[in-house]
């Protein structure tokens, strides 16, 4: 299975964006994800987590910004980004427990 996150673009300081994680409805239930990003020059990190009962924990460094979220009817993951700065560019990837990692999608921020 290959996970694919998507969502990501360029968009201007302050701005929002919606990413999406979707899998297949047995994993959906069963494992718990997280989100990780990686920037230009440094090592990937966590973001935001969520397990199969919905509960969820957020990052210090984007806590009141952003917000993780699961949607059984769709399979779907998201992480919402409000308020985005420049040092929010990275490479966003989602990481669900028993799956290798997939592509990642690109957010630029621009100031």
């Known amino acids: 299975v290959q996970l694919q996150a998507s969502g990501g673009g360029l968009v201007q300081s302050g701005e929002s964006l919606k990413l999406s994680c979707v899998v297949s409805g047995s994993i959906f239930s069963s494992d718990s994800m997280a989100w990780y990003r990686r920037a230009p020059g440094k090592g990937r990190e966590s973001v935001a987590a969520i397990d199969n009962n919905g509960r969820s924990r957020i990052a210090s460094f984007v806590k009141g910004r952003f917000t993780v979220s699961r949607d059984g009817a769709k399979n779907t993951v998201y992480l919402q980004m409000n308020n985005l700065t420049p040092e929010d560019t990275a490479i966003y990837y989602c990481?669900?427990?028993?799956?290798?990692w997939g592509q990642g999608t690109l957010v630029t921020v621009s100031s």
């Open positions: 990481k669900f427990s028993s799956l290798d």
